[in-house]
């Protein structure tokens, strides 16, 4: 099967028992004598998602062991109640009402709710974690849940700065993309003792979710908004420093002055008034040629890290994620 006929669900299905027992763990992991709490989180974990931190996880654990492992779905589960924390952090600070088409958490309740509730979520996933009785794997997650929120503020330090650059951008998306997915991966290989196999993990993992957020970020100017749940643009009116953002400025400067401080402007004021003229711009820059390549590049390097692995039809299912996110350029 091609990346233009694979469907996300054709992945899921490689381990389709083990992912729908997990899905039912991530709300019944909940155990909070507190009402409104299981509510809230009833609420932001229904609006649901793909679920792609917990499929790599199971993917991981099978591709090592290929047996159904209570250990790594619940891990699983717990990969996604800390995704879940973060997005609704994530709501709260973009003043974000929607989310995938539904309400959020904040816009439903309020800040206060939706904050507290996602810091009961962290909460709860490493009471789950203590559970393990396995340091190491508890290392891996609380040093990758630090490196997240750092990423977070990184991000928010250099808001509305049209001087980032891109290594300012790779530490940020490190952080708030692809830690998760090393401990998604690498948490699975410590649930088993394959310590060998770490770094490789590591790797792939770390080049994957590099590219994973960069295709999004160049889908925030060439994609289709009715798909992504967005407006495009809104990384441009949030002042994001986002790669074709990034490299627009870079190419822009000496070029064509004009159109780099109309851009710079906007990103320093996060006013967009007439969005399309400024979308246009960046397509036209090539900056977004760029960033393809530098997608590709990374898809790349994820799929010469699995080449590592022990090859089996879930290293198979975790390539083809990868090519699944690749195809969404074309």
Known sequence: MNASQLTYADIQAIVSEDFAIMDKQVFGSLNSKVQ????VSKHVIDAGGK????????????MLNDVQSEQAMQLAAITEMLHTATLVHDDVIDA????RGKPTANATWDNPTAVLVGDYLIARSFNLLVGFNNLPLLKLFSDGTCDIAEGEVLQLQHQHNPKTVEADYLQIIDGKTSRLFMMATKGAALLQGRDELLDDLGAFAYHFGNAFQMIDDVLDFSGNAAVM???????????????????????????DPAAYD???????????????????LVQSSGALDYCKARALEETQKAQQALNNLPNNRYRQGLRLLTELASARLV
Request: proline letters at 5%; a positive charge.
């Open 51 to 62: 679920r792609m931190r917990p499929l790599i996880t199971l993917l991981t654990a099978r």
């Open 229 to 255: 749940g967005k407006n495009l643009g809104d990384d441009l009116a949030e002042g994001k420093p986002t790669l074709p953002i990034i490299k627009t400025l870079d190419l822009l400067e000496n070029t």
């Open 96 to 99: 974000s009402g929607l989310r």
């Open 36 to 39: 409104l709490v299981m509510s």
């Open 262 to 280: 109309k851009l710079r402007i906007a990103v320093q004021t996060g006013k967009v008034d007439d969005v399309q003229v400024l979308i246009k």
